[in-house]
């Protein structure tokens, strides 16, 4: 589906901002060098190049001042993100594009199958 004569009049006018994930490789990252890589960042390059636009990558040093810095207006657009109920009050969200299974990672010398119960007596690491 392409877009409307209006819809690309929009895109020429104005400047799409962009807050990636700064630290979610290999989803989406700033390399050493402050370049914005990862799966989706290659996404977006496909876009830019299909539209015949150029999205404003605005880096943020943690996932909490990308979406602080949504709420004051400074970035229109997240590449990547759960849908959550909060979240829907102020983003519109597509259907998912990319999915990921979201999965326990453990130690080499853990041979038994974890439950929940077992995850609550041991130290867990988790993405806020």
Do not use: C, K
Request: charged fraction near 25%; hydrophobic fraction near 45%.
């Amino acid at each position: 589906m392409g877009l409307t004569a209006e819809e690309q009049e929009w895109l020429l006018a104005n400047t799409v901002r962009v807050g990636p994930a700064p630290n979610f490789p290999p989803v989406e990252f700033f390399d050493a060098n402050g370049v914005y890589r990862g799966i989706v960042a290659d996404y977006a390059a496909l876009i830019e190049e299909r539209l015949g636009v150029t999205f404003q990558i605005e880096q943020r040093a943690n996932w909490s001042e990308v979406v602080e810095s949504t709420l004051q207006g400074e970035i229109d657009v997240w590449f990547e993100a759960a849908a959550t109920d909060e979240r829907r009050e102020y983003m519109l969200f597509t259907e998912p594009y990319l999915r990921l299974p979201s999965v326990i990672i453990v130690r080499n010398e853990e041979h038994a199958s974890l439950t929940p119960d077992d995850l609550a007596i041991r130290r867990v690491a988790a993405v806020e």
